[in-house]
């Protein structure tokens, strides 16, 4: 069944860009409709989404990140990525990426979860 | 954005009672045109990505056990566990995808009294 993993550094320092993919198996990301997200959710804390993509490559972003997020899909690798920019210790969190329920529509619930990946922020 | 709320924080109950959490989202979630609540519920257990228990309010979602309930519409929602097994200790959420940004209510966690 189709299984997502999260990959990159668990260390970045201040002010330098935070880089994550998300590794999509078990289906293909460029054959199917559906978008796909991602969430974080600091230690102890509530979960936020930070933005999406379609597998053609539409985004969304959450306003309060917009300007430092990048979302995108490598369809040749079945991955989708994100950066993050001039991060600061509030963007330490348990990064996950996430498939949206329904095909050609972002506005569903996340159906399938990657593991988490933790990212600290500190020098 | 849309707030959401639930209450209560936390809860203990006694196994094979029901739990009940309540959710409530700072406006409707209800789309008139489809008649469908834009809400889910997840699940989190510590050291796990959250699991989809319920969406669109009240369908549960395949392979979730059946005494996992949604209710509600409009504002204000509500998930029941209508008998704790041990297994369901967590922290659960609920989430709204009705409007852009997406937001999550701040969890309620539910432990064995």
């Known amino acids: 069944q189709l299984q997502l993993q999260e990959s990159g550094p668990g260390l970045v320092k201040p002010s330098e860009t935070l880089s994550l993919t998300c590794t999509v198996s078990?289906?293909?990301?460029?054959?199917?409709?559906?978008?796909w997200a991602w969430i974080r959710q600091p230690p102890g804390k509530g979960l936020e989404c930070i933005g999406s993509i379609s597998y053609s490559g539409s985004t969304y972003y959450n306003p309060s990140l917009r300007s430092r997020v990048t979302i995108s899909v490598d369809t040749s690798k079945n991955q989708f990525s994100l950066k993050l920019s001039s991060v600061t210790a509030a963007d330490t969190a348990v990064y996950y990426c996430?498939?949206?329920?329904?095909?050609?529509?972002?506005?569903?619930?996340?159906?399938?979860w990657g593991q988490g990946t933790m990212v600290t922020v500190s020098s | 954005d849309i707030v959401m709320t639930q209450s209560p924080d936390s809860l203990a109950v006694s196994l094979g009672e029901r739990a009940t959490i309540n959710c409530k989202s700072s406006?409707?979630?209800?789309?008139?045109?489809?008649?469908?609540?834009?809400l889910g519920w997840y699940q989190q257990k510590p050291g796990q990505p959250p699991k989809l228990l319920i969406y669109?309010?009240?369908t549960r979602e395949s392979g979730v056990p059946d005494r996992f309930s949604g209710s509600g519409s409009g504002t204000d929602f509500t998930l029941t566990i209508s008998s704790l097994q041990a297994e369901d200790v967590a922290v659960y959420y609920c989430?709204?995808?009705?409007?852009?940004?997406?937001?999550f209510g701040p969890g309620t966690k539910v432990d064995i009294k």
């Open positions: 406006q409707s979630v209800l789309y008139s045109s489809n008649n469908k609540n834009y």
């Open positions: 669109w309010a009240s």
């Open positions: 989430q709204q995808y009705y409007s852009t940004p997406f937001t």
């Open positions: 078990g289906g293909s990301i460029s054959s199917t409709s559906y978008y």
């Open positions: 996430a498939r949206v329920k329904e095909m050609s529509t972002m506005y569903d619930a996340f159906d399938i």
